[in-house]
């Protein structure tokens, strides 16, 4: 299912766990309006200005999904609550390029630029999220400090 010109409902749920531990990772009908509107508003803008396919490594995720990669079954990514998150890139683009783009040019919720290493332009990867609810524009850099996931604010 075409979400947007570019974007696809199959590559915001596709997940490789999920296929080898065969659960079933099929967003609800609200889940899919939440994934819709991230795609309008976030990522479809953002193929468009740098001309470039993304590549989303992790999408909607499902409770169980979460569970069995030990993430919070509360996350944006379950799709819940009016949001939906993305975490993505674009071969070719500085992710700090990427982040700053949308931190500069839409509206979102929570963008975070993950373990991204000043001077290596490849390094990490941008997570964001949209809400049909309210929109906080929250940005954050996670970097890993002393073994553990530190967010800070992206200013």
């Known amino acids: ?35 819709k509107a991230l795609a309008i508003n976030i990522l479809q803008p953002v193929r468009s200005h740098f001309d470039r396919p993304l590549i989303i490594s992790s999408g909607f995720r499902c409770a169980q ?4 990669i030990g993430s919070s079954i509360n996350s944006q990514h379950t799709a819940f609550d009016g949001a939906a998150a993305a975490d993505f890139e674009i071969p070719g683009v500085d992710n ?14 929570q963008l975070i630029l993950e373990f ?7 390094s990490g990867w941008i997570h964001c999220s949209y809400s049909t609810n309210h929109n906080r524009n929250q940005s954050l850099r996670a970097q890993r400090v002393d073994g553990k996931v530190s967010y800070t604010p992206w200013s």
């Open 116 to 122: 991204y290493r000043d001077n290596e332009p490849t």
């Open 96 to 109: 700090r390029e990427l982040g700053l783009y949308i931190k500069n040019e839409l509206e979102y919720d």
């Open 65 to 68: 999904l979460c569970v069995e």
């Open 1 to 35: 299912m075409k979400l947007t010109a570019n974007i696809t409902l199959d590559e915001l749920t596709k997940s490789q766990i999920a296929e080898r531990k065969g659960i079933n990772n099929n967003p609800n009908p609200q889940q899919i309006e939440n994934l």
